[in-house]
């Protein structure tokens, strides 16, 4: 049958075929280098949110030692934690366990308002799902959502790391949007 082929429907056939390899081959890399991105900034959330932790921590230490009232090591801690804020791209949101949202970049509107009944296009439960993940996963966890996204306010697929501070009863943590880094993949890729 290929025989009787031209050579001419021979040579496209040859280069359609490479094209579709091609293009599942670049597909496949793709999805391999998202997910270990994905993972690595997954992982990369902890260490913030530790040093974050030891913020508070230091501030609660100072209100235990009598250096502080505890409106001021709590104030203090909310003052530094706005300024990692500031500088950061995933933004940390620190709320307590009347659901009372003490700080976020992201969300200033509702600063100092009751979020516990926020929820996203899915009907989840934002701030209860973080506040879950944080107390009943060994004071830690992670939690997969859809949230407003930075640029725009459509929401968007999200992954945060969440910590419980029991003490003050505060659930604090970061996240960062999965459109992000799909973005800085294609540019890495789009650059090589």
């Known amino acids: 049958m290929l025989s009787t082929i031209s050579l001419k429907k021979k040579l496209l056939l040859i280069a359609v075929s490479l094209s579709l390899l091609f293009i599942v081959l670049s597909t496949r890399y793709f999805l391999y280098v998202r997910c270990n991105v994905i993972e690595q900034q997954q992982y990369g959330l902890e260490p913030n949110i530790k040093f974050i932790g030891s913020i508070i921590n230091n501030h609660y230490q100072g209100y235990l030692d009598g250096e502080l009232s505890l409106v001021e090591a709590q104030q203090k801690s909310i003052k530094e934690i706005h300024q990692i804020n ?15 949202l003490l700080e976020s970049i992201n969300n200033v509107a509702m600063l100092n308002k009751n979020v516990k009944n926020e929820i996203n296009i899915s009907g989840v439960k934002l701030y209860q799902l973080l506040r879950t993940e944080a107390v009943y996963q060994h004071n830690s966890g992670y939690s997969s959502y859809f949230y407003y996204g930075n640029a725009n306010r459509e929401q968007q697929l ?34 090589n």
Request: hydrophobic share 35%; proline share 0%; net charge negative.
């Open 86 to 100: 500031l500088r950061s791209k995933n933004y940390v949101f620190v709320f307590n366990d009347d659901y009372l």
């Open 158 to 191: 999200k992954i945060s790391y969440s910590q419980y501070f029991s003490s003050w009863g505060w659930t604090y943590g970061e996240g960062v949007y999965i459109n992000e880094i799909d973005d800085s993949i294609i540019n890495m890729l789009i650059s």
